[in-house]
């Protein structure tokens, strides 16, 4: 394991501090005109998600964690675990509903994700910013009812629920933002 200071510390950054293995959501450098200087950060815990604020000494040794990222294809559900197979070795895995998180709202069969490995241990996902999804129900827009951004909910083929403009039927292929779960356009 790699170890680096709290001076080479970037966003996004993994480490592994006594034994959490945690993410640098934000960090800031400060300088006081007197004492030393230290490093404020942001950390979430990417097992549990927990949001954490710590301060560091400048220059302090932390231990970077390396995650192996593995493009894989999901399968199917298998009870509450998601069947995952690995594009290269066809080696197939079970993904925990706590380590998908969100991914799960937008994950269909055959769905190409990135899975996030920390050693054996699978800890997350990375999505696309967007995807294509069908949407299996909402009501008709009503005729006369055209106020100008004017939604209505929509139920996609994942069980997600979303608000669409008003010409979007059901059976139709919409593009959602998978940040932040919000209709982009039509496919």
Known sequence: MATNTTNDLKTGMALDLDGDLVQVVDFQHVKPGKGGAFVRTTLRN???GAVVDRTFR???RVDRAFIEKREQQFLYRDGTDYV???NES???SNVSEIAMGDAANYLVENANITILKYGEEIIGTDLPASVELTVTETEPGLQGDRVSGA???ATLETG???QVPLFVEPNSKIKVD???GEYMTRA
Do not use: C, F, S
Request: charged share 35%.
């Open 151 to 153: 939604r209505k909910p």
């Open 46 to 48: 990417m097992r549990t």
């Open 84 to 86: 995952v197979m690995d």
């Open 58 to 60: 400048a220059g302090e």
């Open 160 to 162: 997600l629920v979303v």
């Open 178 to 180: 998978t940040r932040t």
């Open 90 to 92: 066809y080696e197939q």
